[in-house]
Structures are given as structure tokens and as C-alpha cells.
């Protein structure tokens, strides 16, 4: 079974504040790494998608990617009440076509 | 382009009942996927077609579950006979060879 997990929270922060969201899979053969961001009710949407070990920015997004420790993360700088939401991880596997998701990190940010 | 287009948006059933969930992938994508979603067990991938042609259909909770794709442009899902456990949010995504997923909006289904 192909693990991806994550803190379901709630993570609550600050506005202006860094959210960092963090997410661990178990398959080494992994290659894409891929951050959701999902609203009640609404449909997953692609915030960005990491390949490589180290840093990638987007804005105010960060991914960040360290295969050696099966481990990937996003930041989000000076966070708005606008980006609370639960952000999902997906993960998808060298050997196959499929996103394996994590359960989502749900994140409030307060006025 | 449109995106992902799933229809019906909510469906209500009674138990017994054959649902069929429809999608029409974004064009040019040439993988699908139908994934559900509870809180309880989060995005389950049901079952994935690449080029058309089932890959995977391992997460498919039984034979009442079945799924097509007839042409790159339409994809079904049917549950044949329903039961109320299988009520949930079914989405429909596709992608592109770098593998980034897009989600239609989703069919929730209730099953009384």
C-alpha cells in the first residue's frame, strides 16, 4: 500500500503569518509531488507540483521536496483569511499513471 | 477549454437503484481518473484509464462498481445496485503526460 500522510489538523495561524504544511509518503519510487488546495464544497485545484529535491516558489507558495527523507512541504507567506482551506498532497509514482492522495491538512488563517 | 465536465452534479437515489455518473475529460489529456471522496477515507482512486484503456481498476469496492471509456472525450461511472455506504462525492479528473491532475466539479451522490 502506497502511504501518503498528512497532519489532518486543524492548523491555525495568523494572518501575515507563514503556514507551513507538511507531508510524508512510504513509496521510494516516487517521482511527482503535487500540493490541492480544496474548499468546502468545492473540487481539489492544483497549486503547484514539485520533481526535483529542493525549494520551488510560486508567489507566495513554496514547495519543498527531500526524496532521502520521503518528505514534502509547502509554505505559504503572509497568509490570508482567503487561503484557509484543506490542502491536499499527491503523490504519483514512477511506475504508473496514478495521484495517490494524503487526507488533507486543514489550515484556518485568522483575521 | 471548458475543463472537466461531470454531470449530474448531485444525484438522490433510492438503494437498489442503478446510478450512472458521467465525465468529459479535458481534450488533449490522455489519462482519467475517478476518484471518491468521504471524510472518512479522504480521495479514494476508484479506477484510472490511460489512452482510453483501463489500467487499474483495483480500488473499485466491488462489482456493483463498474466504468467506461467508450472515446477520449466521455467517460462513465455506474453503480449498479446502490447502496446507501456509497454515498459520497465521486470526482472525475484527467491529465496531461506531466501528470498534474484536473478535477471536475464533482457528483455528489446520496443514496436513501
Known amino acids: 500500500q502506497k502511504e501518503v500522510e498528512q497532519n489532518s489538523g486543524p492548523l491555525s495561524v495568523p494572518e501575515g503569518a507563514i503556514a507551513s504544511l507538511n507531508c510524508t509518503y512510504s513509496?521510494?519510487?516516487?517521482?511527482?509531488f503535487f500540493w490541492y488546495r480544496q474548499y468546502s464544497g468545492k473540487s481539489p485545484e492544483l497549486i503547484m507540483f514539485?520533481?526535483?529535491?529542493g525549494d520551488k516558489e510560486d508567489g507566495r507558495f513554496t514547495a519543498q521536496l527531500n526524496k532521502a527523507s520521503q518528505y514534502v512541504s509547502l509554505l505559504i507567506r503572509d497568509s490570508q483569511p482567503s487561503d484557509s482551506a484543506t490542502y491536499l498532497c499527491?503523490?504519483?509514482?514512477?511506475?504508473?499513471?496514478?495521484?495517490?492522495f494524503g487526507k488533507g491538512t486543514s489550515l484556518l488563517v485568522t483575521p | 477549454d471548458a475543463g472537466v465536465i461531470q454531470s449530474p452534479r448531485h444525484e438522490v437515489t433510492e438503494m437498489g437503484q442503478e446510478v450512472t455518473l458521467r465525465c468529459k475529460p479535458i481534450?488533449?489529456?490522455?489519462?482519467l481518473f475517478w476518484y471518491r471522496q468521504t471524510m472518512m477515507r479522504g480521495l479514494e482512486l476508484l479506477i484510472y484509464?490511460?489512452?482510453?484503456?483501463?489500467?487499474?481498476d483495483s480500488g473499485m469496492p466491488e462489482d456493483r462498481f463498474s466504468a467506461k471509456m467508450p472515446n477520449a472525450s466521455f467517460s462513465t461511472l455506474k453503480i449498479q445496485p446502490s447502496e446507501p455506504r456509497d454515498s459520497a462525492v465521486y470526482f472525475c479528473?484527467?491529465?496531461?503526460?506531466?501528470?498534474?491532475?484536473?478535477f471536475g466539479q464533482g457528483t455528489r451522490l446520496t443514496v436513501v
Open positions: 481534450s488533449g489529456h490522455n489519462s
Open positions: 499527491a503523490v504519483r509514482s514512477n511506475s504508473g499513471y496514478a495521484l495517490n
Open positions: 514539485i520533481y526535483s529535491n
Open positions: 513509496d521510494r519510487g516516487s517521482q511527482s
Open positions: 479528473a484527467s491529465t496531461p503526460e506531466t501528470g498534474e491532475a484536473f
Open positions: 484509464f490511460n489512452n482510453n484503456v483501463p489500467i487499474d
